[in-house]
C-alpha cells in the first residue's frame, strides 16, 4: 500500500476549471495505476478517470471524457486530473485510489478525499 494525498479541490462557478492533485511522499507512483473516482451525496462512488502504469494509457467515464484530463509527473510522485468546463453535475467528493501495477485486483490504496463544489 500506499499513502496518497488529494488536494486541489474547492468552488468554481459552472464552466470553470480545477486541477486535482493525488501526491505520495513515501515512495514514486510510477508503477503504480491510479484512478480518480467521485461521490456526491446520496450516491454511489463512480470512476472518473484512470491511468495504467508503464504505458500510462488514459481511460475515463463518458461524463468527464473531453472535459477531464489524468495525468502523472513520475519526478514529483503526482497524478493529476485537470477539470474543465465544470458543471453543477461534477460536484462531489473527489478520491484518488493506487494498485501497484495493474488494477485487475482493485485498488489498495485511497485518499481522503477532496470535496469539489462546482454552482450553477
Known amino acids: 500500500q500506499v499513502q496518497l494525498v488529494e488536494s486541489g479541490g474547492g468552488l468554481v462557478q459552472a464552466g470553470g476549471s480545477l486541477r486535482l492533485s493525488c501526491s505520495s511522499s513515501?515512495?514514486?507512483?510510477?508503477?503504480?495505476?491510479v484512478a480518480w473516482f467521485r461521490q456526491a451525496p446520496g450516491k454511489e462512488r463512480e470512476f472518473v478517470a484512470r491511468i495504467l502504469w508503464l504505458s500510462d494509457t488514459t481511460y475515463y467515464a463518458d461524463s468527464v471524457k473531453g472535459r477531464f484530463t489524468i495525468s502523472r509527473d513520475n519526478a514529483k510522485s503526482t497524478v493529476y486530473l485537470q477539470m474543465n468546463s465544470l458543471k453543477p453535475e461534477d460536484t462531489a467528493v473527489y478520491y484518488c485510489?493506487?494498485?501497484?501495477?495493474?488494477?485487475?485486483?482493485?485498488?489498495?490504496?485511497w485518499g481522503q478525499g477532496t470535496q469539489v463544489t462546482v454552482s450553477s
Open positions: 485510489a493506487a494498485a501497484l501495477r495493474s488494477a485487475t485486483a482493485g485498488y489498495t490504496s
Open positions: 513515501e515512495r514514486t507512483l510510477s508503477t503504480y495505476t
